[in-house]
């Protein structure tokens, strides 16, 4: 089942024209966590096209929410996120090829996780004001002042 969902029959396509598209939806729950953060199902919108030489070009639209605590006062927040990418899936590893096709069946995992790890937050904060916790008392400066010298 974990591997399935990352696989897509492309055999309809290869033989088909060149320009040819297929559009399909799936809903995944990622089982691994990514630097801390957790994600809800996303749902991968995603547009094929058959490119000609046993290629096929594909447009993915992902969107759901990630969670994680926030990077100054580590609160549990939930935001949305999302992004897109395009990558090539070729029969033959070329040069300007993203990913395998094998037995007529792409696999999008491994390109989709590549993305994924530039598109992580690099400020993860519940607010941009957040004024974290204090690095002496630990208490959260967004509740309280305290009255640790800085
Ligand atoms: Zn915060
Ligand atoms: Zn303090």
Redesign the pocket.
């Known amino acids: 089942m974990e591997l399935e969902q990352w696989r897509i029959k492309v055999g309809d396509l290869l033989v088909g024209e060149v320009g040819k598209k297929a559009e399909l939806e799936r809903e995944i729950k990622l089982s691994e966590s990514f630097e801390s953060f957790n994600f809800s199902p996303l749902l991968f919108e995603i547009e094929l096209q058959n490119a000609d030489s046993g290629t096929v070009l594909g447009k993915f639209k992902i969107s759901g929410k990630i969670t994680g605590s ?6 549990d ?1 939930e935001k949305n996120f999302g992004f897109e990418f395009n990558a090539s899936f070729c029969e033959q590893r070329s040069e300007g090829c993203d990913g395998l096709i094998k037995n007529a069946e792409l696999n999008f995992k491994d390109v989709f996780l590549q993305e994924l790890e530039t598109h992580l937050p690099v400020k993860f ?3 941009n004001s ?3 916790l204090c690095e002496m008392c630990g208490i959260d400066l ?1 509740l309280k002042a305290c009255k640790c010298k800085k």
């Open positions: 926030c990077f100054r006062c580590l609160k927040i904060l519940c607010k957040c004024k974290g967004n």
